[in-house]
């Protein structure tokens, strides 16, 4: 075939196409009794797409199941949860205590800022528990459903507020 061929059949194309699209958008847009018709304008519009953001793997890592140790060194447990409040702001860290091999062992809370994370890029590093071994053993099990006591970093013990 010709360009110039090509070109008029295009146009050609295009002019039928064009004839026809009101005739389809009346089709579309048509409404039974009692409905109001939606023009085409009115469909919902996609989405923008998500921001993304990387995070190289040496400047952050997750905590979970990772080891806390106290000041002085002392095993104090491994991170379990996180509790977050309604805003989703990050308020405490449930730590499970004591025992061996999940035998014995019970859950508290700590306040968030107790925590002092260093080096926890580096899986083999603990994260720091600002209270002592004693505090620790002495604050009261975290169990679901129930007002949350969390073990704040001066070593007292304050419940959880949220707005109901």
Do not use: C, H
Request: hydrophobic fraction near 40%.
């Amino acid at each position: 075939m010709r360009p110039g061929k090509a070109i008029a059949t295009a146009v050609l194309v295009w002019s039928a196409i064009s004839a026809a699209a009101p005739a389809i958008a009346d089709e579309t847009t048509s409404s039974t009794p009692g409905q109001t018709a939606k023009a085409s304008t009115d469909l919902p519009k996609e989405p923008p797409p998500p921001s993304v953001t990387v995070i190289g793997a040496y400047d952050a890592r997750g905590i979970l199941g990772r080891d806390v140790k106290s000041a002085a060194a002392e095993n104090m447990g491994r991170i379990v949860d996180v509790i977050v409040d309604r805003a989703g702001t990050v308020r405490a860290a449930v730590i499970d205590f004591g025992g061996f091999l999940g035998v014995g062992s019970r859950k508290i809370v700590v306040d968030w800022s107790a925590l002092q994370f260093g080096q926890v890029t580096n899986k083999k590093e603990s994260i720091t528990l600002e209270l002592t071994l004693e505090q620790v053993k002495a604050a009261p099990e975290y169990k679901e459903d129930t007002p949350i006591i969390s073990l704040g970093a001066s070593g007292s013990l304050q419940p959880l507020q949220f707005d109901r």
